[in-house]
Every structure is written in C-alpha cells, then in structure tokens.
C-alpha cells in the first residue's frame, strides 16, 4: 500500500508546483508578455505589464518603448516626449526620435521638427535629410 501512495502524492507535490508557478514568473517572463502585447496591439495590457518590471531589470525600458512606438502612428506627441524625457541615451531614444522627426515633417509641424532636429544626432540628421528629399 505505501507504493501506492508515493506515486499519488508525488503526482499530487508535481500538480500543486505546477499550478503555483505563474507566481513565480520572473522579469523575462514579464517582458515576454509585454512583447506578445505589443504583437497584439493591446496596449492597455501593454502599459499595465511595463509598470510590473523591477527598476533594476535592464530591459525595463522596452515596454514603454513598445508603447511609444505605437503612439508614432497615433501622433500622440505626449507619449514620445515622456519617453524621451524619461529616456535619454541609447539606441532606443535615438530611433524613437528619428522616426518622430519623420513624422513631424510627413505632419508639417514645423516647430517640433526644428526642435527635434537638433537634437538627431548627426548622422540621423543626414539620414532624415536623404529621405526627406527622396
């Protein structure tokens, strides 16, 4: 009788794990989540994901990347400059910024364009420049 029982306790130990593992979703699991959001173009359980992210996770920024992506099409200017803002250096900001700049100017918004111009580094500038005349 007692091999019986180990079996079903163990099948039982395994159930309860598995079931009490989404508690224990870590950051990239999170950030995945985000992506998938992303994909999808919820940005309501995108936004709510971004804010579950641990300030010292590296990847942090993504999801509020993602978002500002999405708020380019929407021409939804807050949402990029809070990014940007709070964003600063790297990759992200820069591509963020570049295709805004392109946008601008598709909208004909003169004076943010001038005033994120500026801030392009230079070859973006040179870039923006080429396609725009294109």
């Known amino acids: 009788m007692k091999a019986l029982t180990t079996p079903i306790r163990l099948a ?36 709510a994901i971004g804010d579950k992210l641990p300030d010292t996770y590296p990847l942090k920024d993504y999801p509020d990347y993602w978002l500002t992506w999405k708020a380019l099409d929407r021409n939804d200017d807050a949402q990029v400059r809070r990014f940007l803002s709070r964003v600063q250096e790297g990759l992200m900001p820069e591509r963020i910024r570049n295709e805004w700049v392109k946008k601008l100017g598709q909208r004909e918004d003169w004076t943010a364009f001038a005033e994120e111009w500026k801030k392009l580094p230079a070859e973006a500038a040179t870039r923006n420049r080429t396609a725009m005349a294109n």
Do not use: E, H
Request: net charge negative; charged share 20%.
């Open 12 to 47: 039982g130990l395994t159930l309860a794990l598995g079931a009490a593992l989404p508690a224990f979703a870590g950051p990239d699991d999170t950030l995945l989540s985000a992506r998938d959001a992303f994909r999808a173009n919820d940005l309501a359980k995108l936004a």
